[in-house]
């Protein structure tokens, strides 16, 4: 795992944590999964989904009654995200603001990630470079 001792590996702003407490009590699943897949005009997307359970090698964040636990595979390149919720007149959705994305799309649905070495390099002195 690639957390700091004391420093969850993402944090939930006010508005992102009530959103999960919101969609957990109403569908009746114990938290969020956030992960990473290929996609994208820019090469990867975020993906998100209901679990009843972590999985023993998720990360598990709870803050503010929310839970949200991230994939193995998207630990190193979620390390250090600030995940927000807003709304707008035309959407709404949840929003990341993560400091290892090198490049997004114009569409906001898709990202590019720094260099794996980098993230391994940046995560192992202690913070990611901004």
Do not use: W
Not at 9 to 23: G, N, S
């Amino acid at each position: 795992m690639f957390g700091i001792p004391g420093k969850q590996a993402v944090t939930l702003t006010p508005k992102a944590a009530a959103q999960v407490r919101k969609l957990m009590d109403a569908k009746g699943h114990a938290g969020l999964r956030i992960g990473v897949k290929k996609g994208g005009c820019a090469g990867m997307e975020y993906t998100m989904d209901y679990v009843d359970e972590a999985d023993p090698h998720d990360e598990v964040v709870e803050q503010d009654g929310a839970t949200v636990m991230i994939a193995p595979m998207a630990q190193m390149f979620l390390f250090g995200t600030e995940i927000d919720y807003q709304t707008s007149l035309l959407e709404s959705g949840f929003q990341f603001n993560n400091p290892n994305v090198e490049d997004a799309c114009g569409c906001g649905e898709s990202i590019k990630f720094k260099d794996v070495e980098d993230l391994s390099t940046e995560h192992a002195n202690g913070a990611p470079k901004l």
